[in-house]
C-alpha cells in the first residue's frame, strides 16, 4: 500500500497521472489487483492511496525486482512536485479473509 498527500492546487495532474496512464503490473505474474482511492481532503493537502494484491510476497518481490518495474516506474519524481512529501509505503501479509456473504434472491 502507498499513501500520498496531495497538494490541492495539483490533485488534477496527480490523478491524471494514475489514471490515464498503461498499467503495465497487470501482466506480472503473481499480480491480482490494483486500486487507486481517495480519501480525506484536509487543509494542506488530499489523502490518496494505491493498493496492490498479489498472489505472495514472492511474487510481490520479484515483480520489485523485474525489469518491467523499472519500466513502469523510469519517470517517477519527474515533473512538477505534486505532493507534500514522498509516498509512504506499508507492505501486509493477509492473515485472514472474510468474504461477503450472499445475498438470497
Known sequence: ?????V??????EFKSRWLDREVLLKTAPGFL????????VLA???VYASQTIWASRDAYEAWRQSKLFHTAHKDM???D???LEKREFS????LRTVPAQEQAA
Do not use: A, C, H, S
Open 7 to 12: 497538494l490541492p492546487e495539483k490533485e488534477g
Open 33 to 40: 489487483m490494483i486500486q487507486f482511492m481517495r480519501g480525506d
Open 77 to 79: 519524481g519527474q515533473g
Open 44 to 46: 494542506d493537502y488530499v
Open 1 to 5: 500500500m502507498n499513501r500520498f498527500k
Open 81 to 83: 512536485v505534486l505532493t
Open 91 to 94: 507492505g501486509y501479509d493477509v
